[in-house]
């Protein structure tokens, strides 16, 4: 493995796709420079929105011919219970879309918890329960269901507004970005991964040097990428010790990356 780019975001589900939010937060790095914050586009919001950090990240990794990993921290996927409860096929990207149409949180003015409530649409046809963990939630030990709302550091409402835009950023991007594991637990050579991470594993390896918690989480992705990546680290991290099946499962759950 050998990126020349490290980009770390910090997300959140409140609000809706083009709220200015505090808790969005982007850092990125290069093999030979620390993670430095990169700031929203100049506009009058003060805070990055999900709408623009999609748009940002989409062209960046299009126009820009430098391998780059990024880590996002929300789920990438659902526990196998979600695909059998609701008869959906073993098929990622067959899931991002039917997900959409239950939960179009990627539209204008559609809050995560409107949907909950059933106020725009029938979100109730593709519910789950806080009880339902993906094998690298339980793996990571302290990560919570993405079912679990309403809880201290849970990330069940940023994974629920954050997988419309996964599936844009896929669409846009196409064979460009390879979104790992689901494309393949190998990357092809030069191309640039986007990958599920959970800063919690490794945010206290990195001192918060006067950061808030969103720019911390942020900037401790982006570096931990980065030190694995020149170290060596990497290749193991994106090689997870999994049986054959675990592995399968993994190809439809998802995988954090860096879970022991």
């Not at 989409?58 to 430098?66: G, K, V």
């Not at 106020?119 to 339902?132: I, T």
């Not at 844009?168 to 790992?180: C, K, L, N, T």
Request: hydrophobic share 40%; glycine share 6%; proline share 7%.
């Amino acid at each position: 493995m050998h990126f020349l780019r490290y980009i770390g975001i910090h997300y959140s589900g409140a609000e809706v796709p083009n709220s200015s939010l505090r808790g969005l937060r982007v850092y990125m790095a290069d093999r030979t420079a620390q993670p430095f914050e990169v700031e929203p586009p100049a506009t009058p919001r003060k805070y990055w929105t999900r709408a623009a950090i999609a748009a940002w990240l989409s062209e960046r990794l299009l126009q820009d011919d430098a391998a780059t990993l990024v880590g996002i921290d929300h789920g990438f996927s659902f526990p196998l219970a979600y695909f059998r409860e609701h008869r959906l096929p073993l098929d990622w990207t067959a899931f991002l879309m039917d997900f959409q149409r239950h939960w179009p949180t990627g539209e204008d003015h559609v809050y995560v918890d409107f949907v909950r409530d059933g106020v725009c649409v029938d979100a109730f046809a593709r519910f789950g329960s806080p009880r339902w963990r993906r094998l690298t939630e339980v793996r990571a030990g302290r990560s919570k269901s993405v079912f679990h709302f309403d809880a201290p550091r849970s990330v069940a409402k940023a994974t629920h507004a954050g997988l419309p835009w996964l599936l844009r950023i896929r669409r846009q991007a196409g064979d460009r970005v390879h979104f790992w594991p689901f494309d393949g637990w190998d990357v092809p050579s030069g191309r640039s991964v986007i990958a599920e991470v959970y800063p919690a594993l490794r945010s206290k390896l990195f001192p918060p040097e006067g950061l808030n918690s969103h720019q911390h989480y942020a900037r401790s992705i982006a570096e931990r990428l980065r030190e694995a990546d020149v170290n060596g680290s990497l290749i193991q991290f994106m090689s997870p010790a999994l049986s054959s099946e675990e592995r399968k499962l993994a190809e439809i759950e998802g995988w954090i990356l860096g879970a022991p």
